[in-house]
């Protein structure tokens, strides 16, 4: 499997940006492991009576599995409409440091507001860890269409999982299903670490794997956003005082 | 057909709009922000660290029926897929191929 798409000095059209995103989309194993992940989405939701159309608008307009996992299961278990918007934004908090890091790597100071809402909009873990890979590589011009084709692409992996999985929902085993659900934290353990290369990178993992559970089992509110909040400083703070050493 | 549009309804409310302000409260603020600022290099730190805290968040309290299959093959799984993908050249096919062999191997031995 290639690293990276080859360096290419020439600054490119927008269009062709756009579908070299696509494309990186669709080589990496992200791609596959979404499929694989809303296979099991529409399974679930399939169980609970929705229809598949639904499900699809869920994924054009929600973007977040574990939002909609959440949302899913809470109207289907018959949740009160406040609690599940409760629980969704809550599940959904990791989405704002992740739009923080993302679009100052695709702006320029000509880009205009308006630019930054499809690419604001398609951030996921999974666009979001590929960007962080494969923006540097690009010339910045070409990086708003570039970040835009990898999210249309990763959505497209999803709306094909979710057809197969709506229609696959009766059929598929219980091994299979936790096999499915099991993609999500296994690739995203291993993409991040691929993408560490700051000292606070690699401590900020570090410590958020074990400060997340910790926060979760005491039962603190946003309890992943004070995750991110406490171990991301703590690690930048390092990160900083290593940079000062000569 | 009023109940079909009722779903539709609460899609666009307690969906999309309790995920969507997230990202543009997000879109807000890095307008704002500059690639070489020191703020923009804590914000990478806070979302590392909030992805890594959903990552030991699923494997400690999974969902649906990952939560059947026991929570040491779950770690057993993840540290083989780790090592694989160490062990051949840094490959995610690798590490993900092998966490899932381990997990689903685990899980038939305790049949599930």
Known sequence: MPSAPNLDPQPRSATAAFFAGVGAAWSSVLAYVLIGTYVGIAALAHDFGFSLWWVVASTVLVWAGPAQVILISALGAGATPLETALAVGLSSARLLPMVISLLPLIKTPQTRGRELVLPAHLTAISMWIESLRLLPTWPRATRIPFANGLGVGFMLAAQAGTVLGFYLAAALPPILTAGLLFLTPMSFLISTTRNCRLASDWLALALGVVLGPVLAAWQVGLDLLWTGIVAGTVAYGVGRLRRARP | ?112
């Open chain 2, 1 to 112: 057909m009023s109940g079909e549009l009722h779903a539709y309804a609460l899609l666009l409310l307690v969906g999309f709009l309790p995920n969507q302000i997230w990202r543009m409260l997000g879109l807000l603020v890095a307008r704002e922000i500059d690639e070489n600022s020191e703020f923009f290099v804590w914000a990478r730190a806070v979302a590392i660290a909030v992805l890594a805290g959903v990552i030991a968040k699923i494997i400690l309290l999974p969902p649906g029926t990952l939560a059947s299959v026991p929570l040491s093959i779950r770690l057993g799984a993840i540290a083989c897929g780790f090592a694989a993908f160490l062990a051949l050249r840094r490959s995610v096919f690798a590490g993900v191929a092998a966490g899932e062999v381990v997990l689903m191997l685990g899980a038939l031995a305790h049949g599930i």
